[in-house]
């Protein structure tokens, strides 16, 4: 089978629990290079959406040493980062077999972060400054697919769409050895704001779902999007 039985439903972790897991992310040591909070729920996403159950021990590894996955240090006790990330895993890997709409941790830029030039031109229709916020999660997701490389290795005409949806964040310099991806990228429209932007990653991890993890029967989904979060966990 694709994935093991859900497990009982896991707590949503509030904000002072994201903030606490971010926290616990920048304790992590040098030259250890953890993910964000953010990059961290795109990462599950991808690991969730793998055709086999990645073991816990392996994509775990790359929650505190991203590239790598290097051991942490003896005196640094993961119990409570551990905890927290197993928490969300559960969370996400319930929504993602139910079909269900799911809140993904992105953040509104900062104003000055907002206001700030536009980037160059990537190729791709231009998106306004905001939409740059769910750019981690995008790299977190992109990591867990190229870390576990099941998802990509299914049918690429099935998986072109719904990828060009994630991936159009990303310069095209990124996707070059994804000629159909690019192609597919260039016939979309750019979101027109950071909710429609959020409301497409949700989108886009379910169509891979069903790709990925089909179901005997499609359950219904919730509809509407939600608006992404107001604020960036406190570093």
Same mark, same amino acid.
Not at 63 to 79: H, I, M, Q, S
Not at 201 to 221: E, F, G, H
Not at 226 to 234: A, C, I, Q, T
């Given at each position: 089978?694709?994935?093991?039985?859900?497990?009982?439903?896991?707590?949503?972790?509030?904000? !002072?629990?994201?903030?606490?897991?971010?926290?616990?992310?920048?304790?992590?040591? *040098?030259?250890?290079?953890?993910?964000?909070?953010?990059?961290?729920?795109?990462?599950?996403?991808?690991? +969730?959406?793998?055709? !086999?159950?990645?073991?816990? *021990?392996?994509?775990?590894?790359?929650?505190?040493?991203?590239?790598?996955?290097?051991? +942490?240090?003896?005196?640094?006790?993961?119990?409570?980062?551990?905890?927290?990330?197993? !928490?969300?895993?559960?969370?996400?890997?319930? *929504?993602?077999?139910?079909?269900?709409?799911?809140?993904?941790?992105?953040?509104? +830029?900062?104003?000055?972060?907002?206001?700030?030039?536009?980037?160059?031109?990537?190729?791709?229709?231009?998106?306004?400054?905001?939409?740059?916020?769910?750019?981690?999660?995008?790299?977190? #997701?992109?990591?867990?697919?190229?870390? #576990?490389?099941?998802?990509?290795?299914?049918?690429?005409?099935?998986?072109?769409?719904?990828?060009?949806?994630?991936?159009?964040? +990303?310069?095209?310099?990124?996707?070059?050895?994804?000629?159909?991806?690019?192609?597919?990228?260039?016939?979309?429209?750019?979101?027109?704001?950071?909710?429609?932007?959020?409301?497409?990653?949700? !989108?886009?991890?379910?169509?891979?779902?069903?790709?990925?993890?089909?179901?005997?029967?499609?359950?219904?989904?919730? *509809?509407?999007?939600?608006?992404?979060?107001?604020?960036?966990?406190?570093?």
């Amino acid at each position: 089978m694709a994935s093991s039985p859900p497990r009982s439903p896991a707590r949503p972790l509030d904000e !002072r629990e994201i903030d606490e897991l971010q926290a616990l992310l920048d304790r992590v040591p *040098a030259p250890l290079e953890p993910l964000d909070v953010t990059m961290l729920d795109g990462y599950l996403c991808g690991v +969730l959406l793998q055709p !086999r159950r990645v073991p816990e *021990a392996q994509w775990l590894a790359h929650v505190t040493d991203t590239e790598r996955g290097r051991p +942490l240090p003896p005196k640094f006790d993961p119990t409570r980062l551990h905890e927290l990330v197993h !928490r969300r895993y559960v969370e996400l890997n319930a *929504a993602i077999i139910a079909r269900q709409w799911f809140d993904p941790w992105v953040f509104e +830029l900062d104003a000055e972060d907002a206001d700030d030039e536009p980037a160059e031109d990537d190729g791709f229709g231009e998106a306004p400054p905001e939409v740059d916020a769910v750019y981690p999660w995008v790299a977190g #997701f992109a990591a867990a697919v190229d870390l #576990f490389p099941g998802l990509m290795q299914l049918d690429a005409r099935q998986l072109t769409e719904p990828l060009a949806l994630v991936f159009q964040h +990303l310069d095209a310099d990124d996707l070059e050895d994804a000629d159909d991806l690019l192609t597919e990228i260039e016939t979309m429209e750019p979101p027109s704001d950071l909710t429609e932007a959020v409301e497409t990653l949700v !989108r886009a991890t379910l169509l891979l779902a069903d790709i990925s993890r089909p179901l005997q029967t499609a359950p219904a989904r919730l *509809a509407g999007p939600r608006p992404p979060n107001r604020r960036p966990p406190r570093r």
